[in-house]
């Protein structure tokens, strides 16, 4: 069984920074993919970024050039590198995997963590 714990979040000014981590046990990520999701005030949820298991990278266009996805090479920790924080960035920020292939939508993955929040002040 997989467990992901996020942790990392908390409030900053517009413009600073904060990197996410994403703890997995249970079964190294190398064979996973896998995403950061936010959930902003009054938004539904969206996918930031996204590594599937041969390391491709895809971001959604809000974050381009200011966020970072990675993961380390032991397989037990993913991260979210993010510049250049805005307000509109503000929310409750999860990670999740799934086995294998991406699933096309976010929503069909199968794990996820409890969320970890992020508030940017203007």
């Known amino acids: 069984q997989v467990q992901l714990v996020e942790s990392g979040g908390g409030s900053v000014q517009a413009g600073g920074s904060l990197r996410l981590s994403c703890a997995v046990s249970g079964h190294t990520y190398r064979n996973y993919c896998m995403i950061w999701v936010r959930q902003s005030p009054g938004k539904e949820r969206e996918e930031v970024a996204r590594?599937?298991?041969?390391?491709?990278?895809t971001y959604a266009d809000s974050v381009k050039g200011r966020f970072t996805i990675s993961k380390d090479n032991t397989g037990n920790t993913l991260y979210l590198q993010m510049n250049s924080l805005k307000p509109a960035d503000t929310g409750m920020y999860y990670c999740?995997?799934?086995?294998?292939?991406?699933?096309?939508?976010?929503?069909?993955?199968?794990?996820w963590g409890q969320g970890t929040q992020v508030t940017v002040s203007s």
């Open positions: 590594i599937d298991v041969d390391g491709r990278i």
């Open positions: 999740a995997a799934d086995l294998g292939t991406c699933p096309g939508q976010f929503v069909w993955f199968g794990y």
